[in-house]
């Protein structure tokens, strides 16, 4: 493979522990300054109640600097509203483009699709999933928050169920953000569904793990 050709979006992935063709694909997306080694751990707790899922952490295309192994969807400088659209929206059409090669790599469907982010990846997971061409199985967004709501309404393409999960300390991504995305996705006419973990900081616990697991085995099912 030519360095032209090497694909922009990859990372660490986890083949079903069942064998064989998968049935369905997760993929986690990390956080500001992480990598997909660090959500692919996520992954490998949740694994076994999933035997025929595949998955997959792409790191975000973009180094920080002077910083070893810390990826960014997009910089951070301003922590404004506008940073944030504009963030999501130049990132969106490599991981699209990521999303749909992963699904015909694997002979799978949209429907057959599952995305999970968290903080800044949950962020790019919302933006992405529910403007999809075609419809997915669910998102799953942790510790993170809707980017420019007003414009879901005229963006959206597909209403995939919703779980967000938010710790109720959390001091980076304020836990109102929940509260805010959840209503601006019920307005969207999008099945969301929330799990709080009482006094938890910009973490997930066993508690957020395990509804996580759930959601993907019943939208996976």
Same mark, same amino acid.
């Given at each position: 493979?030519?360095?032209?050709?090497?694909?922009?979006?990859?990372?660490?992935?986890?083949?079903?522990?069942?064998?064989?063709?998968?049935?369905?694909?997760?993929?986690?997306?990390?956080?500001?300054?992480?990598?997909?080694?660090?959500?692919?751990?996520?992954?490998?707790?949740?694994?076994?109640?999933?035997?025929?899922?595949?998955?997959?952490?792409?790191?975000?295309?973009?180094?920080?600097?002077?910083?070893?192994?810390?990826?960014?969807?997009?910089?951070?400088?301003?922590?404004?509203?506008?940073?944030?659209?504009?963030?999501?929206?130049?990132? &969106?059409? *490599?991981?699209?483009? +990521?999303? !749909?090669? =992963? @699904?015909? /790599?694997?002979? %799978?469907?949209?429907?057959?699709?599952?995305?999970?982010?968290?903080?800044?990846?949950?962020?790019?997971?919302?933006?992405?999933?529910?403007?999809?061409?075609?419809?997915?199985?669910?998102?799953?967004?942790?510790?993170?928050?809707?980017?420019?709501?007003?414009?879901?309404?005229?963006?959206?393409?597909?209403?995939?169920?919703?779980?967000?999960?938010?710790?109720? &300390?959390? *001091?980076?991504?304020? +836990?109102? !953000?929940? =509260? @805010?995305? /959840?209503?601006? %996705?019920?307005?969207?006419?999008?099945?969301?569904?929330?799990?709080?973990?009482?006094?938890?900081?910009?973490?997930?616990?066993?508690?957020?793990?395990?509804?996580?697991?759930?959601?993907?085995?019943?939208?996976?099912?």
């Amino acid at each position: 493979m030519t360095a032209h050709s090497k694909p922009l979006l990859d990372g660490p992935r986890l083949a079903p522990v069942a064998g064989g063709k998968p049935t369905g694909l997760v993929v986690l997306l990390h956080g500001y300054g992480s990598n997909g080694d660090d959500l692919i751990s996520l992954a490998r707790m949740i694994q076994p109640s999933l035997p025929g899922i595949a998955f997959v952490a792409p790191n975000a295309p973009s180094l920080m600097p002077r910083m070893a192994n810390a990826h960014q969807w997009w910089p951070i400088e301003t922590f404004s509203a506008a940073e944030r659209a504009m963030g999501v929206a130049n990132a &969106a059409p *490599d991981l699209d483009r +990521f999303l !749909s090669n =992963e @699904l015909k /790599s694997h002979g %799978l469907a949209d429907d057959r699709l599952l995305i999970v982010g968290f903080s800044q990846g949950a962020m790019m997971a919302l933006h992405v999933g529910l403007r999809r061409r075609n419809g997915i199985a669910g998102i799953i967004g942790i510790s993170g928050m809707l980017v420019n709501p007003a414009s879901l309404k005229a963006a959206i393409t597909n209403r995939p169920p919703v779980l967000l999960i938010h710790g109720s &300390a959390d *001091d980076v991504v304020p +836990f109102r !953000s929940l =509260e @805010l995305a /959840s209503q601006a %996705l019920s307005a969207a006419h999008v099945p969301v569904t929330t799990h709080i973990s009482s006094g938890l900081g910009h973490s997930v616990d066993q508690e957020g793990l395990a509804a996580a697991a759930a959601f993907v085995a019943r939208v996976l099912s």
